[in-house]
């Protein structure tokens, strides 16, 4: 029964601090987070990672993504499909080159190929894969999700899991000396190619349903089914994140009559049980155990320059591709989020003998951090333009 | 990854299964377990009980419960109050008698205390726990959960349980030779006290927030948690089951302004995800691995015996005081369902050595059987008086 209890702490600690978070004018995911901080390990230490929560948090984040795919808007994706690709490379190289850096500044630089250097090229590694789940979230929140900016950055997070994936396989690669790197791009592809094509049939599967039987559960249910499927095929079969399928399964449910129903019933679902989970999750995740002073500097240097390079990296390519300063900067920052792919490429690491269990800190503290800082930001950076009163998560009307 | 693939497979049958039992007139929560049946170890093989199932199918139920909890009818809930009481008495001690005979029927008589007795008083014991989920599920279905018949029963069901508890203790008692009933009497007269006394209060702080901020997401949530907690402390503290406390929690609630607003969500979110995984799982706990003959005979005649029982039990108790005879089938058919409790008591058994392990087998037959012949049965009890037309779950209305 303790995961009731669990579920009960969790769910009414984040919604008070996501409503004094708002107090502040914070956004709601900050105080969601804060709030697994404060009940989590580090601090009050009531509630404890457990199976049970990792399994909610993870279908809160399939949801929150598939919620994404089914509001994007296909003409903005395909307008920004070239572009977004380019960023998602800024925002993958440059933090993977500073990365390395940093590392063998702190502990001593190795010629290409030594273990000095390969350890460094993993550092760098860790900070390339985006999680746009919170971005996604806050930009929900003031409404400008599908927006060009907002669908800029939700396609350039999707491929740039792609580019990172592909890295770390290269990396690893090199210093097991047989990297098949070939093999891991034929996945992605194939995923790609069957997600497209099947989405094809499913669309038409969708739509004649929706026709015979619009505003019914079977259509929310097929639909949650379909994204769930997705979600496992992409991680099971072909290498690629979870979340990029239910992603994927909502842009292709996107155009769908019901859409928006579908959306509502998945909406209502996900905030009454699942996200509070996801983002007081990250929080309950931190814990302070293992710290020195070189691990604590490397640390901050390592948050900074990982939030640092991606916003140099898809700042300047999104300049050079033609948006305005002020939207490089959103893109850039809303690239910043890392999320639990960081961690898994981390466990990787660990694995093959690339990193040691030390450096899980910092790139926790890097989840946080970017988790914490990036919803600010953009809430700054939005906040300026959007003339109309950003429309409250809470206030939600009833459609 | 793979409770992503489980969930994805539980959804997809159980609504399929739900539709065809729709066609077939059957209830839909029929096609569910058939669903888990089909999927399940005793088939297909194809899912398997997981914690995460387990943990699912709990918060199903409790959501459940705590829907039927919120749509109660306060005034009708205290004119059958008495009748209830007396109901769920009958409902005790008829298929207590009833299957201590049986047990000593097939395994030989033994005089009063002897451990054939004891053992045939135990068989009877597991008989006596009703559990109503089902019969709400399908009394939603049709429209008449709140009216005079529905109400009886459910609150029937929730004294049944205490009762339950009680005799288990009791026997328990009789056999280790201290029976400590009296903490257990006091223990559930305790939680009733606490959880009318605390419902007074919460109820004023719900209306406080309900007038503040009516139709808001804090209100849903708040309430959810509200039913979590109450769950969890009814089994943790009061050995109660969690089901009963999530039905007061919901009872507390029930005359709130926007209480359908957050039955409206929580019905959502049940409908969605958890519900489903709840009936299906119930198929899902089916395996035929240890049958012989004689315990087949013994099982067809448990399963009549324990659901006979509590139609002749309840129905007999419902008509003398003073319901028609229809009504009375009603009843005693709506109280035959059993569910984990039985399990539960029977597990408690085989720790005490009241139950060898074989007679798992019967209880989940009877499970599996009540569970989907009482909703057939009580379909064509109420049909026959619905004139209206019977309110389906699949266009359920945007409310």
């Not at 097991?176 to 194939?190: F, H, Q, Y």
């Not at 951090?369 to 959007?386: Q, R």
């Amino acid at each position: 029964m303790e995961f009731i209890r669990d579920l009960a702490i969790i769910l009414i600690a984040a919604k008070f601090f996501s409503i004094l978070a708002r107090h502040f004018n914070l956004p709601e995911v900050v105080g969601e987070i804060v709030a697994g901080l404060l009940i989590g390990p580090s601090l009050l230490g009531i509630v404890h990672e457990t199976d049970f929560i990792d399994q909610m948090a993870e279908i809160g984040v399939i949801m929150l993504m598939f919620e994404a795919g089914l509001t994007t808007d296909m003409k903005k994706l395909k307008e920004t499909g070239l572009k977004a690709t380019l960023i998602a490379c800024g925002g993958v190289f440059i933090p993977l080159a500073l990365g390395a850096i940093l590392y063998m500044a702190f502990y001593g630089f190795g010629p290409v190929g030594s273990e000095t250097f390969m350890k460094g090229l993993f550092i760098g590694t860790i900070m390339t894969a985006t999680s746009v789940s919170i971005t996604v979230a806050v930009l929900k929140e003031m409404g400008v999700l599908n927006g060009y900016v907002g669908t800029t950055i939700t396609s350039a997070a999707i491929i740039d899991d792609v580019i990172g994936i592909i890295v770390l396989t290269f990396v690893i690669g090199l210093k097991s000396g047989n990297a098949n790197t070939g093999e891991i791009i034929l996945k992605a592809v194939l995923f790609f190619a069957v997600a497209i094509g099947l989405g094809l049939i499913i669309f038409r599967a969708f739509k004649w349903l929706d026709s015979r039987y619009t505003h019914t559960r079977r259509i929310s249910i097929t639909s949650l089914v379909y994204c769930l499927a997705m979600a496992y095929i992409a991680e099971t079969y072909f290498g690629i994140a979870d979340i990029t399928g239910a992603y994927v399964a909502g842009v292709v449910l996107c155009n769908l009559q019901d859409e928006s129903y579908v959306e509502r019933r998945i909406d209502i679902t996900s905030y009454m049980v699942f996200a509070p989970v996801f983002f007081a999750g990250i929080g309950l995740k931190v814990s302070f155990e293992h710290m020195d002073l070189k691990l604590l500097l490397f640390s901050a240097a390592f948050v900074i320059v990982a939030m640092g390079g991606k916003v140099l990296g898809c700042g300047l390519v999104g300049r050079l591709t033609g948006f305005k300063g002020k939207d490089s900067l959103k893109i850039g920052s809303g690239m910043m989020t890392r999320g639990e792919v960081a961690l898994i490429t981390a466990q990787k690491g660990l694995a093959v003998g690339l990193l040691t269990a030390d450096f899980f800190t910092p790139v926790i503290l890097l989840i946080l951090c970017s988790s914490i800082f990036t919803p600010i930001i953009l809430k700054k950076l939005f906040h300026d333009e959007t003339t109309v009163k950003v429309p409250m998560r809470e206030s939600n009307p009833v459609k």
